[in-house]
């Protein structure tokens, strides 16, 4: 678990891991507590700083699976470029006002699409919970879809997910799903 940010009051009513007890406190030390405090057997590592490029496809390189939980679109695209440089499989996920998406993106078969592929680097906001807010049961519906998926590429099980982009609407309930396709001319896995 990466993240260099502290827990703050707003971030309560959807980050269920965190009390207000843990206020000011490290997100990925307080996670990586509380995981443990539930089942005492995983191994868990907090890292508690902010990832630059080398230090992100490092972790990639070491792991089965990358699971972007950020709220940010340079991190994302930051992840995805590591992810496609150790062709580790990401399942992207993100949330904002009532509306969520889930990608699944496999580097590590041919032809797939990536991140970038779908979301260019001219794309410079998504817009950021502090300033849109996010319907809290929304952060539920879109992280177990996110672990689903995440399951279903470590062991192989059910219908592959990768080029296809899930959205979801809070308000109307509705999943809409949009093929993606690899672009021959991607910048970061062309």
């Known amino acids: 678990i990466a993240d ?3 827990i703050d009051e707003t971030n309560l009513q959807r980050q269920i891991t965190f009390t207000e007890a843990d206020i000011g406190k490290n997100k990925a030390l307080v996670m ?6 539930i ?3 995983t191994h868990i590592t907090a890292i508690a700083e902010f990832l630059d490029e080398a ?3 490092e972790l990639a390189n070491a792991a089965d699976i990358i699971l972007d939980c950020s709220d940010n679109y340079p991190t994302r695209q930051a992840v995805n470029r590591a992810a496609v440089a150790t062709r580790t499989p990401l399942v992207s996920a993100a949330a904002v006002g009532f509306d ?3 990608a699944v993106y496999r580097p590590d078969l041919p032809d797939t699409p990536c991140y970038a592929c779908l979301f260019d680097g001219e794309q ?3 817009g950021t919970c502090a300033l849109f807010g996010v319907f809290s049961p929304l952060v539920g519906i879109i992280g177990t879809t996110q672990a689903a998926e995440a399951l279903k590429v470590l062991t192989g099980i059910g219908t592959p997910s990768h080029g296809k982009l899930s959205t979801y609407n809070a308000l109307s309930g509705k999943w809409q799903q949009y093929g993606v396709r690899h672009n021959p001319e991607c910048p970061v896995c062309s």
């Open 55 to 57: 230090r992100l496809v």
């Open 4 to 6: 260099a940010d502290t």
């Open 39 to 41: 089942n005492s057997q």
């Open 100 to 102: 969520g998406q889930i």
């Open 32 to 37: 990586q507590g509380r995981l443990k405090q």
């Open 124 to 126: 410079a906001s998504d």
